[in-house]
């Protein structure tokens, strides 16, 4: 078995409960046969009169590659 990993971004204007709901949903819709995703980093996204923009998440998304 040979897979692969990308790093994906996500982000809500709630919660990071919700930045990584919307993570991995987007990931579900475009990879197959996923087999983790890890977390790496949260952070905010910060407007400039201080108000929070985004809260964000990082993340490593691997999958198994199909060989035919």
């Known amino acids: 078995m040979v897979s692969k990993v990308v790093i994906l971004v996500g982000q809500s204007p709630v919660s990071w409960e919700e930045a990584t709901t919307n993570l991995i949903k ?16 949260f952070d ?16 490593e998304v691997s999958f198994r590659i199909e060989v035919k």
């Open 44 to 59: 905010v996204k910060m407007k400039e009169d201080g108000s929070v923009d985004a809260f964000r998440v990082k993340a």
């Open 26 to 41: 987007e990931a579900q819709a475009s990879l197959r046969h996923i087999t983790r995703i890890l977390v790496t980093e």
